[in-house]
């Protein structure tokens, strides 16, 4: 099992930030890319951005490429989404999820393990 703690959300102003964290513990040497995900109310989950933790590779959907940065710090298990220049469609509960592939997925059927979800509301 995996564990995912994610933190960060609040309440900001559109073109403000945000920095999401993920924490992650238990078999995290079964976990080979980590991805951020939302769900706006109403809506399907949708895919942010996803990273692979041995290199670092990333990929973005197009609606937040060049305004969010997904990084990780191995040493801390941890995985980040900092959100930049924020909209008010941006708002959502974010997830991290976890998952055994090398290849940075962009689907939730590729994901096995879920945080609970950290709410960011961007006002206009």
């Known amino acids: 099992q995996v564990q995912l703690v994610e933190s960060g959300g609040g309440l900001v102003q559109a073109g403000g930030s945000l920095r999401l964290s993920c924490a992650a513990s238990?078999?995290?040497?079964?976990?080979?890319?980590m991805g951020w995900f939302r769900q706006a109310p109403g809506k399907e989950r949708e895919f942010a951005a996803a990273i692979v933790l041995n290199n670092g590779q990333t990929t973005y959907t197009a609606s937040v490429k060049g305004r969010f940065t997904i990084s990780r710090d191995r040493s801390k298990n941890t995985v980040y989404l900092e959100m930049n220049t924020l909209k008010p469609e941006d708002t959502a509960v974010y997830y991290c999820?976890?998952?055994?592939?090398?290849?940075?997925?962009?689907?939730?059927?590729?994901?096995?393990?879920w945080g609970q979800g950290t709410q960011v509301t961007v006002s206009s």
């Open positions: 999820a976890a998952s055994p592939s090398v290849i940075p997925s962009g689907v939730a059927e590729g994901y096995d393990y």
């Open positions: 238990g078999r995290t040497f079964a976990t080979y890319s």
